[in-house]
């Protein structure tokens, strides 16, 4: 099965001109993507875009990007170009199933642990500190030494509550597969530790 994670930064500034203006340019090409009202329905989502794309719900945003994936025959990198351009970032993502299904088991842990929400869109801080959570249950899932340990002991020292509860956690399920996920933490972490806008997380079967 193809699975995949992508995450996503957005631009305002440029959805509110560039993808606005496409939208209105071949509304009947992004009608068939749309729910049965596709009319209202893509009203709405040019209505979102002019006040803030942030606010497009994640089947609206999931819409857009099968409308574009067909624009673009499936060419993932063009697709990727189009959608910067069009003030939407795919600037990460986790392929196959298996390392999909781990993650998204990491995070419905991680905000029943915490009591915090991480929806398909969260603020930077937020998912900065599921971040942490993560690196720190995949280290301890990977007792390898690897250069990456001198990033984790800085975290370490600077994040105890968040370490305690990584702990806490792998000690009761004892996750050895999360191990494989160390690199997706730590590049995450690399991408957004100085980003202070919104995330979105999408989730694409």
Known sequence: MSEELYFIRINPNVAKINLYNKLCREENTVLGFLEADSKTSLELIKNKVQGGIHSLSEEEILNLYSWLNHQYNSDHEELKVQLFCNGIEIFYEITGENQVKIFQQIISDYEK????????????????????????LTNLA????????????????????????????????????????????????????????????????
């Open 142 to 205: 990977n007792k390898e030494n690897t250069e990456e340990n001198i990033c984790y002991k800085f975290l370490k020292a600077d994040h105890q509550p968040l370490y305690a509860i990584a702990e806490e956690q792998f000690n009761s399920k004892n996750f050895p597969e999360s191990a494989i996920l160390s690199k997706y933490f730590y590049d995450l972490y690399d991408l957004t530790k100085y980003y202070k806008g919104s995330i979105i997380k999408l989730h694409h079967i």
């Open 113 to 136: 642990i915490s009591q915090k929400n991480l929806n398909f869109i969260s603020d930077s801080e937020n998912f900065n500190q599921f971040l942490i959570y993560g690196i720190f």
